[in-house]
C-alpha cells in the first residue's frame, strides 16, 4: 500500500517569494498529480507527470522516479496562489492515492 | 473549455435513507471515479469505472454503494441507507485514460447526514 507524504503540512509565505512543496511516496508509481484545492473545496488538476519536469506560467513540476519523490515549486508567489496543493499518485491501476495537502497562504 | 458538472451542490438527507449523487463527465471520456473527502481528512478513492462496469474499487466502497452510467451522459453513486460518517464532500472525475492521464474533477457535492 503506498504511503504519500507532503512537507510541509503549512506554509505562509510573503509575495513574491519562491515556494516550494515536497511529496514523498513508498511504492513504485505509474504517474503522480499535483492538484490544488480552493477554500471552496473544488479540485483543479495542475500536472500529471511520470519522468523529469514541467512547466506551466509560475509553476513547475519535478519528479525523482529512482527516489521516490516529487516537489512542486512556485515562482514570483501572489496571494491568489493561497490554496491547497494535494500530490496523488497512481499505482498502475486506476486508482489514486492522496497526500494529506500542503496549506499555502501567501501574505501581501 | 469542457467540465465535469454534479448536482446538487449540497444534499441533507437523514440517517437511513438513500441518496444519489449526480454526474455528468467529459463527454469524451472513458474513465470516471468517484471520490471522497471527509471535513479535514485526505480526499480518498472510492471506484473507478469503465466500460460500463467497476474497474477497482476501495475497502470502503462496500454494499451500501453502487455507481451506475444510465444513459450516455451521467454517471451516479448511490448510497443506500446512510450513516452519520457518510457525510463528506464526494467528487466525480474523470479522464481520457487510467491514472496516467490527467484527472477533470468536478466541483462536489456536500452531503450531510443527520
Known amino acids: 500500500k503506498n504511503e504519500v507524504e507532503q512537507s510541509p503540512q503549512n506554509l505562509t509565505a510573503q509575495e513574491g517569494e519562491f515556494i516550494t512543496i515536497n511529496c514523498s511516496y513508498s511504492v513504485g508509481i505509474s504517474a503522480l498529480h499535483w492538484l490544488q484545492q480552493h477554500p471552496g473545496g473544488g479540485i483543479v488538476s495542475l500536472f500529471m507527470l511520470s519522468s523529469g519536469k514541467k512547466k506551466h506560467g509560475r509553476l513547475i513540476a519535478t519528479i525523482n522516479i529512482q527516489e521516490k519523490h516529487s516537489s512542486l515549486h512556485i515562482t514570483a508567489s501572489h496571494p491568489r496562489d493561497s490554496a491547497v496543493y494535494i500530490c496523488a499518485v497512481g499505482e498502475y491501476g486506476n486508482k489514486l492515492v492522496f497526500g494529506a495537502g500542503t496549506i499555502l497562504r501567501v501574505k501581501s | ?114
Not at chain 2, 472510492?46 to 454517471?75: A, M
Open chain 2, 1 to 114: 473549455e469542457p467540465e465535469v458538472t454534479q448536482t446538487p451542490s449540497h444534499q441533507v438527507t437523514q440517517m437511513g435513507q438513500e441518496v444519489i449523487l449526480r454526474c455528468v463527465p467529459i463527454s469524451n471520456h472513458l474513465y470516471f471515479y468517484w471520490y471522497r473527502q471527509i471535513l479535514g481528512q485526505k480526499v480518498e478513492f472510492l471506484v473507478s469505472f469503465y466500460n460500463n462496469e467497476i474497474s477497482e474499487k476501495s475497502e470502503i466502497f462496500d454494499d451500501q454503494f453502487s455507481v451506475e452510467r444510465p444513459d450516455g451522459s451521467n454517471f451516479t453513486l448511490k448510497i443506500r441507507s446512510t450513516k452519520l460518517e457518510d457525510s463528506a464532500m464526494y467528487f466525480c472525475a474523470s479522464s481520457e485514460g487510467r491514472v496516467d492521464y490527467e484527472q477533470y474533477f468536478g466541483p462536489g457535492t456536500r452531503l450531510t447526514v443527520t
